[in-house]
């Protein structure tokens, strides 16, 4: 399929304090679009002007949630090049997802080369300063205007562009953690292990909760005994207990982690033994007291490594690592966004050159 681009007249501003870019707040001046029939399939790919979707009232996005997105990024190196992340992985888990939804999958090789085409052309946007990135989110909708619950027969796909600083105001300062026992985010046999907007939602009623009580994110439970710890609103997350480096597994409830991967290939090569089981959250508060728990830190294509420094459950506050950001969780983050950036070696294959 052809990529036509349609001439842009005039472009925005780009910003000039990269220190004040945020997280998700500003966009290119671009966007990839691409739209699906039945029995058609997908077709009017193109690159153009950033802007405003027309939408029909009742389109089945807007009342049945068939939608999923993903979150990647694009880093400029010292050198000037500009590289991805993994993207493959991306778009590889953007197919699981819409097979999940019931959506039509795209063709990996087409999508990977419009996103690179895409960025490229964006290039200019891509910021220089350390610790920034462009964030690349894509996106599927369902679009028959209809009012009945079954999958559409028509979708969009389209990608835009954010410039972005550091997820958290407190770059990789600790982070509290409310854990709710109150709320879920998924159930088994749910779509917890799809990227789909109707996830998130079920997910801000906690968050709100957790920001009101002064937290910067909140830790979901299991659906079932309200026990096991599953993952942190926008992250996966890791803990250090007994020397050991220990995460919820993959059993469809939370999502499968690009960056969740990266790390645990980096965790084993750096000596230490994984155990993908559900911890609970009474391992959580004892081990945090008795020495057992010394680390935790989420893992997410925003934040990148973000280092945990207290635990709160109903009335009972445990702090880590007094205030200071872990041993190997700083280590890992180094690593990591070192590979990414281009100051170490990439000895897996992870990095592409747009």
């Given at each position: ?63 049945y949630a068939q939608e999923i997105f993903e979150g990647l990024k694009a880093f400029r190196r010292p050198d ?7 993207p493959s992985d991306n778009v590889h888990r953007f197919n699981r997802s819409a097979t999940r939804m019931s ?252």
């Amino acid at each position: 399929m052809h990529i036509h681009i349609v001439p842009l007249s005039a472009g925005k501003p780009k910003i000039a304090d990269e220190s004040a870019l945020g997280f998700g707040k500003h966009f290119t001046d671009r966007m990839f679009i691409m739209e699906y029939t039945a029995g058609k399939g997908w077709h009017s790919a193109r690159i153009q002007p950033y802007g405003p979707l027309a939408l029909d009232p009742a389109c089945a996005v807007l009342h049945y949630a068939q939608e999923i997105f993903e979150g990647l990024k694009a880093f400029r190196r010292p050198d000037g090049k500009i590289v991805l992340f993994r993207p493959s992985d991306n778009v590889h888990r953007f197919n699981r997802s819409a097979t999940r939804m019931s959506m039509p999958v795209v063709d990996e090789a087409f999508f990977l080369k419009a996103i690179k085409e895409l960025v490229q052309i964006e290039a200019d946007w891509v910021p220089k300063s350390d610790g920034t990135a462009l964030y690349i989110r894509p996106t599927m909708i369902a679009t028959d205007p209809y009012l009945g619950v079954h999958p559409s027969a028509t979708y969009l796909c389209y990608v835009i562009l954010s410039p972005v600083g550091a997820y958290y105001k407190g770059g990789l300062a600790p982070v509290k953690i409310w854990i709710s026992d109150e709320y879920v985010r998924v159930a088994p046999g749910g779509t917890g292990e799809a990227k789909t907007g109707g996830n998130y939602a079920a997910s801000l009623k906690g968050s709100m909760v957790a920001e009101e009580r002064g937290f910067d994110q909140v830790l979901w439970l299991d659906a079932v005994e309200r026990k096991y710890v599953e993952e942190v609103g926008s992250m996966n997350i890791c803990f250090v207990y007994d020397g050991k480096v220990v995460t919820s597994p993959l059993k469809g409830t939370i999502l499968d982690g690009i960056t969740r991967r990266s790390i645990l290939t980096l965790v084993k090569e750096m000596g230490y033994t994984i155990e993908e089981r559900a911890l609970s959250v009474d391992e959580i508060m004892d081990g945090a007291q008795n020495g057992r728990l010394t680390e935790a830190f989420g893992t997410g294509t925003a934040a990148v490594v973000s280092s945990v420094g207290q635990f709160t459950f109903r009335d009972r506050t445990v702090a880590l690592g007094h205030g200071q950001t872990g041993e190997l969780t700083l280590k890992l983050y180094q690593t990591l966004t070192g590979i990414q950036y281009g100051r170490l070696p990439d000895t897996h294959g992870w990095i592409d050159f747009v």
